[in-house]
């Protein structure tokens, strides 16, 4: 993996300011048929505001259990980026830059990037190097060492906590800890999407890497009868709407598009979509629509007009989204929103994992 050049950040910059004009007259072109566009827009604006308020001088952003947080300001930057902002640049880039160099300086010994402490570090270290691979070829020259070495070096924690021993029916996945010996899909997810924005960038991770965690993912799709319906948190297990959305963006990011497995899911969301005050709504709420969206068609469309009108309903006046349920709300507003805030951006198609 080769550091990018200026010439390569300023032809990945030319290119990203072309699909963000391309992206406006396609949405200023749809506006007249799709009247939640401005709605949108506007929470998007609204939360952002917020979020740049939250923000410590430190760069780092703060869940409420545990503090200054690598999961929070990761979640932090990519609802900036989402929207079309870049690190160095406009409004929001000095804020973006401290909080890329704020995640870089806490990531440990063993490249794992956590926090003093963490429910579950492998969620933290998943959301942290996703982000430095969505940011890779986009922050300055003065930073493009330490995002290389950070994210090769979280790729590498990622891929030997994969290796580490499990029994067939956990094999492929990750769960809360590097040597955890079970798996889990929630975590799981995190990791998929991680190496895959890597490798999309020219980092080494192996296929038999994305291979397994298919394998795991799909051990843990529902099949009633001869169809498949959702997907649980570990094999075996009854779907969930937010779990079904991690299994379908998974499978989709790998490269396994349109499997039975995933399109399965997408007919589950239909008829059994996610509800405001459920578990996890906000975690839910990213991932069905971005896994919605990956599926595309009538899918996407029924997604994204439903998750929209949840949203919109539940942005507070300061244009943050707090959970109302204690699964979530303990984590606090700046998790809740950064999410909402990816959930809505999705369609402006700005992160390059949310390319189709």
């Not at 430190?58 to 980026?81: C, D, K, N, R």
Request: glycine share 10%.
């Amino acid at each position: 993996m080769n550091k990018p050049s200026r010439n390569h950040r300023l032809r990945f910059r030319t290119a990203l300011i072309a699909v963000m004009a391309l992206t406006a007259t396609l949405a200023a072109a749809a506006a007249d048929d799709d009247t939640t566009n401005a709605a949108i827009d506007n929470a998007i604006v609204r939360g952002l505001g917020f979020l740049s308020d939250a923000q410590a001088e430190s760069g780092s952003w703060e869940t409420e259990s545990f503090g200054e947080s690598t999961a929070a300001t990761s979640l932090g930057v990519m609802s900036f980026l989402a929207a079309g902002h870049m690190p160095g640049d406009g409004e929001y880039g000095k804020q973006m830059n401290r909080a890329i160099r704020w995640v870089l300086n806490h990531q440990q010994a063993n490249g794992m990037f956590v926090h003093r402490k963490s429910h579950g570090p492998m969620y933290s270290h998943g959301i942290s190097t996703l982000m430095l691979a969505e940011v890779y070829g986009m922050v300055d020259e003065a930073d493009a060492d330490a995002v290389q070495q950070g994210l090769q070096e979280g790729i590498a924690l990622i891929l030997k906590s994969q290796a580490v021993d499990k029994h067939d029916r956990h094999q492929g996945g990750w769960r809360y800890q590097i040597d955890s010996k079970d798996s889990d899909l929630s975590v799981t997810g995190w990791q998929v999407l991680a190496l895959r924005a890597a490798k999309n960038v020219g980092c080494d991770v192996p296929a038999e890497a994305i291979d397994d965690a298919v394998a795991y993912i799909k051990r843990c799709a529902s099949l009633r009868g001869d169809n498949f319906q959702g997907f649980g948190y570990q094999p075996g297990n009854g779907a969930t709407p937010t779990l079904t959305g991690v299994g379908i963006l998974a499978l989709e990011v790998c490269g396994d598009h349109h499997s039975p497995e995933a399109l399965g899911g997408a007919d589950y969301l239909v008829n059994h979509p996610l509800q405001s005050g459920s578990n996890y709504f906000y975690y839910g709420v990213y991932y069905t629509n971005v896994g919605m969206f990956k599926i595309g068609g009538d899918h996407a469309a029924h997604s994204r007009e439903h998750v929209a009108t949840l949203l919109l309903k539940e942005q507070k006046p300061n244009g943050s989204w707090v959970s109302d349920h204690s699964t979530e709300r303990r984590v606090g507003p700046v998790y809740s929103t950064s999410l909402a805030i990816l959930a809505l951006a999705v369609d402006y198609r700005f992160l390059p994992i949310y390319q189709r």
